[in-house]
């Protein structure tokens, strides 16, 4: 009888002692043209991320040309005095590098990844397009035409349609904020190379700007590198423009976007709260984490798993424009898609799920798994350095202390379940939401106006 080998099994790996983990913090300096520098050494990373924040928010844009700022981040990477469009791209592929740049409320950014031993070609390169950018005509129509093509796809698309409508209704129509970021068919056709050329004029400069250089900078001199680089880039001096006031109507009402013949019901239930200079801040990132931030929430419980009605509905907080004097705010917001007969009883029920927690409050246990997953995970969120450099330029963008991310994750950690509880019942007061469908009217309209949620408007989808 043969006898059966035995199997000498390895003993089982066991997980090791955590190590201390907090957010890095930058180091502060200053170029001779007046460029605020935060630099932070991130061992290991060996593809840099540099985001410049330049100080042309979209309420600086002509009347009549919404949309402008948009234009020129793009066209920043269209050509320069050295490059023509095609070889600033053939450049930066040379060197394997990424550029993207954007516009929004408070700003323009424009963001490049490279690889450390790339990186001073990388900065050459996005200094070249800050300092001296082509703007030719013919890529400046080029990009208008593009986006041109770009704004009825978005209209197309639900969820942007509920956003569009949504801003349109919460502010004031001599906001900027109530007018679509990237501009509409009217003002982006107006656009020419001209009025790019008098935006960029007017509004970039070295004085106001920030770079934030983020990856692993062993044996890099990132002064010389950067003097020889975006210290080049002169510009006359300015302050930073003021932050206008945020001025928002949260009287509780309903919007229904006409979509005749809709399978589906996009929501998008919002009004605007406290920014991030406010004490309330972790507070209300904790309880709207507990509402809907994941597949455990109290709202994806309810509507997904009990009801059926969706894949996932979701609550979050977006700044929209920080001021540390309290003049900013953020977007409080819950968002999903339900199928279209059952838009009134999901709409019931979401209107439930914040009477009862207003009634009941959280659980210990929802604060909890909100923490854990809060901060638990920013070990791994934090990983990349565009990850890191993007956080730095979001805290210079809303006027925050450098080492205000480290400070947030501890304030999440000491939050208890009554502060939170509070948070999200203030932040989502059931009688001052404004409710945004985009789905069939002739079927929705009816079950909404029986819920007495607000008084309910019918608008075109067009």
């Not at 906001?175 to 007017?202: L, N």
């Not at 510009?235 to 809709?262: E, F, K, M, W």
Request: charged share 25%; glycine share 8%.
């Amino acid at each position: 009888m043969t006898e059966l080998a035995t199997m000498e099994f390895h003993p089982q790996p066991q997980a090791g002692e955590a190590k201390p983990w907090a957010f890095p913090a930058p180091e502060r300096s200053a170029l001779g043209n007046g460029l605020t520098v935060l630099r932070c050494h991130r061992p290991g990373q060996q593809v840099v991320a540099v985001e410049v924040l330049l100080d042309a928010p979209l309420d600086a844009e002509p009347a009549g040309l919404d949309g402008v700022a948009t234009i020129m981040a793009r066209a920043f990477s269209e050509g320069t005095d050295k490059h023509s469009a095609e070889e600033f791209a053939a450049e930066l592929e040379r060197c394997g590098a990424t550029l993207d740049a954007h516009a929004d409320h408070p700003g323009v950014r424009l963001s490049l990844e490279v690889p450390a031993s790339r990186l001073a070609k990388g900065l050459g390169l996005i200094a070249d397009a800050l300092r001296a950018p082509a703007f030719a005509d013919s890529e400046v129509e080029r990009l208008v035409r593009n986006r041109l093509d770009e704004i009825p796809h978005e209209l197309a698309n639900p969820s942007r349609r509920a956003a569009k409508e949504l801003s349109k209704e919460l502010f004031p129509a001599d906001s900027r904020m109530s007018r679509p970021r990237q501009g509409t068919e009217e003002t982006v056709a107006g656009i020419d190379s001209k009025a790019v050329r008098a935006f960029y004029d007017r509004h970039v400069r070295p004085a106001t700007a920030t770079v934030v250089v983020v990856g692993d900078l062993t044996g890099v001199d990132l002064d010389a590198l950067l003097g020889d680089t975006l210290g080049t880039w002169t510009g006359s001096t300015a302050q930073l423009r003021p932050v206008p006031p945020v001025i928002a109507d949260d009287t509780g009402r309903v919007v229904i976007v006409d979509r005749p013949g809709a399978v589906q019901t996009q929501l998008l239930i919002g009004r605007t709260g406290p920014d991030r200079h406010d004490r309330v801040w972790p507070a209300q990132v904790l309880g709207t984490y507990c509402l809907g931030g994941t597949l455990t929430s109290r709202l994806d419980r309810v509507l997904r798993e009990e009801k059926g009605y969706t894949y996932g509905v979701r609550a979050f907080t977006q700044v929209l424009r920080s001021a540390p004097d309290g003049t900013g705010a953020a977007m409080l917001a819950i968002s999903g898609s339900v199928d279209t007969p059952n838009t009134g009883p999901a709409l019931q029920d979401l209107w439930t799920v914040l009477r009862t927690l207003a009634a009941e409050g959280l659980t210990d246990a929802e604060r909890d798994v909100a923490v854990q997953n809060l901060v638990g995970v920013a070990p791994l969120k934090y990983e990349t350095a565009a990850a890191v450099a993007s956080t730095l330029a979001d805290q210079v963008e809303q006027h925050l202390p450098d080492d205000y991310q480290a400070e947030l994750y501890r304030q999440l950690a000491a939050t208890g379940t009554v502060e939170a509880t509070a948070a999200v019942v203030n932040a989502f007061p059931v009688d001052r939401l404004v409710t945004v469908l985009v789905g069939d009217a002739a079927q929705i309209k009816a079950p909404v106006e029986a819920l007495g949620i607000g008084e309910v408007t019918v608008v075109s989808a067009e």
